[in-house]
């Protein structure tokens, strides 16, 4: 008995039996996961003090120490205040301690010094809001070439604690070559860094040492820490302060505001430390 091809083909279409074509071709099923945005971590409260240590190097081989102190704390709220208080030499007057407050929640940055009476208050800029204004004589700054540094070398420190506070370490170490600056030999700047491991304290540097010959040698030493919400008056300036409000800065154009347009130069840029 003969039996066509065309004819089976018939018979299993009808039977509902699937056959491989040779032009169909294969598909896998490819499942896809969608990572979303991991959650914020929330930034922990605190009060951090430092010890600040400069110390710069003559040539003559004698050395120039100025010490500090400077105190930073940040709210839950996302409030940041600083001060520095430079240590007084003996003979000196009563220390000054200039103040910074930045306060996300009012959208200002707060400047002032104890003891003193005026504080400047400065508007942040708003959300989306241009930050500057495009000046012609700005516009066709010259062109500077890029010094050849050596590579930045790197070398892992491993973990340390500070005042309760467990950080990882970093050693940067740049060399700037024979003869960029004038120079006479290779100019070494070493830079080494802690910044503590834990979610809520994200950049927040619980050690820092910097050796330059361009700036000394900058020792940043953390000698006391609390966990804590600070308290909310450090972040208000003093009652009897005179308030000076002004906008953000480049918020609006020489032309709009009626004064001449801005001929301040902008100074260089330093060379790097690190």
């Given at each position: 008995m003969r039996v066509s091809f065309g004819m089976v083909i018939v018979c299993a279409a009808a039977a509902g039996l699937a056959l491989p074509v040779a032009s169909q071709t294969l598909r896998s099923r490819v499942t896809t996961v969608t990572m979303g945005n991991p959650a914020p971590v929330a930034q922990l409260p605190f009060t951090a003090e430092y010890k600040i240590t400069r110390v710069q190097t003559l040539?003559?081989?004698?050395?120039?120490?100025?010490?500090?102190?400077?105190?930073?704390?940040?709210?839950?709220?996302?409030?940041?205040?600083?001060?520095?208080?430079?240590?007084?030499?003996?003979?000196?007057?009563?220390?000054?301690?200039?103040?910074?407050?930045?306060?996300?929640?009012?959208?200002?940055?707060?400047?002032?010094?104890?003891?003193?009476?005026?504080?400047?208050?400065?508007?942040?800029?708003?959300?989306?809001?241009?930050?500057?204004?495009?000046?012609?004589?700005?516009?066709?700054?010259?062109?500077?070439?890029?010094?050849?540094?050596?590579?930045?070398?790197?070398?892992?420190?491993?973990?340390?604690?500070?005042?309760?506070?467990?950080?990882?370490?970093?050693?940067v170490t740049s060399i700037i070559p024979t003869g960029e600056f004038g120079n006479d030999q290779p100019l070494t700047s070493i830079t080494e860094t802690w910044t503590a491991t834990a979610p809520g304290l994200r950049r927040f540097v619980a050690h820092?040492?910097?050796?330059?010959?361009?700036?000394?040698?900058?020792?940043?030493?953390?000698?006391?820490?609390?966990?804590?919400?600070?308290?909310?008056?450090?972040?208000?300036?003093?009652?009897?302060?005179?308030?000076?409000?002004?906008?953000?800065?480049?918020?609006?154009?020489?032309?709009?505001?009626g004064t001449e347009s801005p001929t301040s130069p902008i100074p260089p840029s330093p060379p790097p430390t690190q």
């Open positions: 040539a003559s081989g004698a050395t120039i120490t100025h010490e500090s102190t400077v105190v930073v704390a940040r709210d839950s709220r996302g409030r940041r205040m600083d001060t520095t208080t430079d240590v007084p030499l003996p003979g000196e007057q009563t220390p000054v301690t200039r103040v910074s407050v930045s306060d996300s929640v009012a959208r200002t940055n707060s400047n002032w010094t104890v003891p003193g009476k005026k504080a400047t208050v400065v508007a942040m800029f708003a959300p989306g809001a241009p930050h500057y204004c495009a000046h012609p004589a700005l516009s066709a700054a010259p062109h500077v070439p890029a010094i050849p540094y050596a590579k930045p070398t790197t070398e892992d420190l491993g973990t340390q604690t500070f005042q309760g506070i467990e950080a990882h370490g970093y050693r820092e040492v910097k050796d330059s010959p361009f700036i000394g040698k900058i020792i940043r030493e953390l000698t006391n820490f609390t966990q804590a919400e600070p308290d909310a008056s450090v972040f208000q300036t003093p009652a009897d302060y005179e308030i000076v409000n002004k906008p953000a800065p480049g918020s609006a154009c020489p032309a709009d505001e």
